[in-house]
Nanobody
Framework: QLVESGGGSVQAGGSLRLSCACS????????MAWFRQAPGKEREGVAA???????SYADSVKGRFTISRDNAKNTVYLEMNNLKPEDTAVYYC???????????????????WGQGTQVTVS
């Protein structure tokens, strides 16, 4: 139901934009988020966007990443600038039927996941 795209390999300082298309039943009221998982590490919340457009970010990406959504297209984006090698990971899109909570960064908050897209920064 969630399909990510836009991953790839870039040099440090470069930019990428990830997209997450929601097919089937998708509601603008969903909380949408991006997570990432590096080899040997736990999946961590990167950013979330609520139905009213309010956003939340992990401290490690504040000022560099921007999450946005186009409800008409049922698509969520993650614009990533000034990428660093430590941003290398598989990035996952996630959705929750409810509004975003203060625990938006916990994977247990979400009931739908995409298959992931690889981002490699060298």
């Amino acid at each position: 139901q969630l399909v990510e795209s836009g991953g790839g390999s870039v040099q440090a300082g470069g930019s990428l934009r990830l997209s997450c298309a929601c097919s089937g039943y998708c509601a603008s009221g969903y909380c949408m988020a991006w997570f990432r998982q590096a080899p040997g590490k736990e999946r961590e919340g990167v950013a979330a966007i609520d139905s009213d457009g309010s956003t939340s970010y992990a401290d490690s990406v504040k000022g560099r990443f921007t999450i946005s959504r186009d409800n008409a297209k049922n698509t969520v984006y993650l614009e990533m600038n000034n990428l660093k090698p430590e941003d290398t990971a598989v990035y996952y899109c996630a959705a929750d039927l409810r509004r975003c909570s203060i625990s938006w960064y916990r994977r247990q908050e979400y009931n739908s996941w995409g298959q992931g897209t690889q981002v490699t920064v060298s």
